[in-house]
């Protein structure tokens, strides 16, 4: 039970952040950062705001 209200919190901040509504295209950095946005759960509310950064190797020609 814990752990979904730790999840339902992280959802709520991800959600005012805009996450699930911005209109721009999804890429690997915005996917990673709504999920650890939602990990991250309450501790959105103290301070963290995750960031997350992912470069995807390119196939070879």
Same mark, same amino acid.
């Given at each position: 039970? $814990? #752990? #979904?209200?730790? $999840?339902?919190?992280? /959802?709520? %901040? %991800? +959600?005012?952040?805009?996450?699930? &509504?911005? +209109? &721009?295209? /999804? &890429?690997? %950095? *915005? /996917?990673? *950062?709504?999920?650890? *946005?939602? #990990? %991250? +759960?309450? $501790? =959105?509310?103290? +301070?963290? =705001?995750?960031?997350?950064?992912?470069? $995807?190797?390119?196939? &070879?020609?």
């Amino acid at each position: 039970m $814990l #752990l #979904l209200v730790w $999840l339902v919190i992280g /959802a709520v %901040a %991800a +959600g005012q952040r805009g996450y699930f &509504s911005d +209109g &721009s295209e /999804a &890429s690997c %950095a *915005t /996917a990673v *950062t709504v999920v650890v *946005t939602v #990990l %991250a +759960g309450p $501790l =959105n509310y103290v +301070g963290v =705001n995750p960031q997350v950064d992912c470069d $995807l190797p390119q196939p &070879s020609q």
